[in-house]
């Protein structure tokens, strides 16, 4: 099935440094993907949508130059905290549109940011 | 897309059947019931999802009333696995290109 490799399932910064997440779609090509946020105790929030060869698009409220993402091929989008500070700190997931007859949206399984 | 409301948390013992209801007073003609979980610390897995009639798989059955203003996920023989968080989600298929917009959902807790 449609399968989503997201990297790194944790990692911890410094305030001010910037991280990069990756995901790749590994069985099928994502003109799109979504990135979301979540926050303890709260439901998955969508912060952009990424789309091959184009500019993301950005969710109300989501700071385009904090959050960069790219998606340079059909298979790879990334998204770069930069300078990332303690309230960034949360659990990132994204998500590419499937076959929706049989497996829906497929979700990478998210990445764990501390900002400390 | 079509607004959903979920309880909050629902408790079952292991080995039995979980049932989760979802009202979506609101669908369309043309709108899908998803159902996704997510286990803690992990991103949302999909379950089934169906049209109008009751669908099955490995994983749930999924009946929806006949007026398709509700449905009811069941997990005939819950395991401490299944603890997660249960989300109902309605689209319709030519939304493909937009995420999926997920509510609050259903915490659901299997006990031994």
């Known amino acids: 099935g449609a399968v989503v490799s997201q990297h790194p399932s944790w990692v911890i910064c410094k305030s001010g440094t910037s991280v990069k997440i990756e995901c790749r779609s590994l069985?099928?090509?994502?003109?799109?993907m979504f990135w979301y946020r979540q926050f303890p105790k709260q439901s998955l929030m969508l912060m952009a949508t990424?789309?091959?060869?184009?500019?993301?698009?950005?969710e109300q409220g989501v700071e385009k130059d904090k959050f960069l993402i790219n998606h340079a091929s059909l298979t790879l989008s990334t998204l770069t905290v930069t300078s990332a500070h303690p309230e960034d700190s949360s659990f990132y997931i994204c998500?590419?549109?499937?076959?929706?007859?049989?497996?829906?949206?497929?979700f990478g399984s998210g990445t764990r940011l501390t900002v400390v | 897309d079509a607004k959903t409301t979920q309880p909050p948390s629902m408790d079952c013992a292991e080995g039995r059947a979980a049932n989760l209801p979802c009202n979506h007073s609101?669908?369309?003609?043309?709108?899908?019931v998803y159902w996704y979980r997510q286990i803690h610390s992990q991103g949302p897995q999909y379950i089934i999802h169906?049209?109008?009639n009751n669908e099955t798989n490995e994983m749930a059955s999924l009946i929806i009333t006949e007026d398709r203003k509700s449905s009811t996920l069941i997990l005939p023989h819950a395991t401490l696995r299944d603890t997660a968080v249960y989300y109902c989600?309605?689209?319709?298929?030519?939304?493909?290109?937009?995420?999926?917009?997920f509510g609050k959902g259903t915490s659901l807790l299997v006990t031994p």
């Open positions: 998500s590419a549109p499937g076959q929706l007859t049989n497996y829906g949206y497929t």
């Open positions: 069985d099928f090509q994502a003109t799109t």
């Open positions: 990424s789309n091959e060869g184009s500019k993301a698009t950005y």
């Open positions: 609101t669908i369309s003609g043309n709108e899908y």
């Open positions: 169906g049209l109008k």
């Open positions: 989600i309605v689209r319709g298929n030519s939304n493909s290109g937009y995420a999926l917009n």
